[in-house]
């Protein structure tokens, strides 16, 4: 089972197919085991969460906007498919509890694969002469997303734990310190901007979390590296000129994006146009402002827009509600979790990361690339995990 578990980790970060193999293996092993009442001792298949009255909620209001809009004309089963994200928390937290996951070897041996996948990001899209960093995953936005999640987290981490690793192992302090700036270094040169502010946001609230004076350190470095960059390296200094002349560049059509999928959510403001479907009638609403045929479908490029026009204000406020209540959760591990404990480390640092991810969606629809969901799916069900862990010392 836990080889099931890292293969699915290690395929989030270098193929969508792998992922969704060993997702679905360990799914099925964990039904199998669960239905012949096999496994560790005190473990369920199927843990209670606090959620059991928000899911019906939450897939009721997208069937509603499926059916009360009528945009969609395909079988409704096939749309529903892919809200199997929501099984897949659960099973990830059942699987987390029945490998008894070490958190001290997960982080580790997470360090290790962030490094290694960020080196071959680097390597694939330097042979491929990208502009930006895709990788692996052959898309810089994702690559970016779903490993800035990875980075904060592991940041996280290490801004908890430096005094101790510094005093305990120098070669592992010099391991995390060498492994987080090459998956920074990666982040960077994935040029999305979104991810870059989402990364500092994180950084400076976990910081801040810990000492007002580490997070002075934070801003302080953070402002030194971007300026630095800025003055040094051209190909930063433009990207971040294009902030300010939009017009001509990619920026222009995220802004039509944006303006068009907040049309659609006029024209269906309680249940949305149907989850998804505001991607579909983009060409109709361009042919509305006059726009030309070949502008540039996609994904609205803010989560939180997507779910307004394609959920509405119900789907919305159900979102809001399920991504801030993990992030609740996070800050009271953290605050009940012992002192010096990697319960309390691993949760700041995904508290960070959700944080830094939130912030990231602002500019994309981060949550919608299925890689991307299922790392917030691990971190989800860590939170969960780590939750259960210290009730059961308690009791």
């Known amino acids: 089972m836990l080889y099931l578990l890292i293969l699915a980790f290690i395929g989030t970060l270098t193929s969508q197919s792998a992922m969704d193999l060993f997702v679905t293996l360990y799914a099925l092993t964990l039904l199998v085991q669960g239905l012949r009442k096999k496994g560790p001792a005190g473990w369920k298949l199927f843990e209670k969460m606090g959620l059991e009255y928000f899911w019906p909620v939450f897939v009721i209001t997208i069937i509603l906007g499926f059916l009360v809009n009528g945009h969609y004309e395909g079988p409704l089963f096939k749309r529903m498919t892919e809200l199997l994200w929501i099984l897949s928390f659960y099973f990830t937290v059942s699987c987390y509890r029945y490998v008894d996951l070490d958190l001290k070897k997960a982080m580790k041996f997470s360090l ?24 692996i995953l052959n ?64 950084l400076v609230v976990v910081a801040a979390v810990l000492s007002l004076r580490l997070a002075s350190v934070v801003i302080g470095l953070g402002i030194a590296i971007v300026t630095g960059m800025f003055f040094l390296w051209p190909k930063f200094h433009d990207r971040i000129l294009l902030i300010f002349n939009y017009e001509h560049t990619y920026d222009s059509q995220r802004i039509i994006l944006w303006k068009t999928n907040w049309m659609i959510f006029k024209d269906h403001p309680w249940l949305g146009a149907g989850y998804g479907e505001n991607y ?10 006059g726009l030309p045929a070949d502008q540039f479908v996609g994904h609205a490029h803010n989560q939180f827009l997507h779910m307004l026009a394609g959920t509405g204000i119900v789907g919305l406020l159900c979102y809001v509600f399920l991504y801030f209540f993990f992030v609740v959760k996070a800050w009271g591990v953290f605050k009940v979790a012992p002192p010096n404990s990697w319960e309390k480390a691993v949760s700041l640092g995904i508290f960070g990361s959700l944080i830094g991810f939130a912030v990231g969606g602002l500019t994309e629809s981060n949550f919608e690339h299925a890689k991307v969901r299922m790392v917030v799916i691990f971190l989800w069900a860590l939170i969960f995990f780590m939750k259960q862990n210290l009730g059961l010392r308690k009791s």
């Open 112 to 135: 290790i694969v962030g490094l290694l996948v960020s080196i071959g990001s680097i390597i694939v899209s330097a042979v491929k002469g990208e502009p930006r960093v895709g990788g």
């Open 139 to 202: 898309n810089a936005m994702t690559t970016a997303h779903s490993y800035g999640l990875v980075f904060l987290t592991l940041a996280g981490v290490f801004l908890s734990r430096w005094q101790q690793m510094w005093k305990e192992d120098r070669k592992e302090f010099y391991l995390w310190v060498f492994s987080l700036a090459v998956m920074g270094a990666t982040l960077i040169l994935t040029m999305t901007r979104g991810v870059w502010v989402g990364m500092f946001v994180g």
């Open 280 to 289: 579909t009638l983009l060409p109709k609403y361009y042919a509305m402002q």
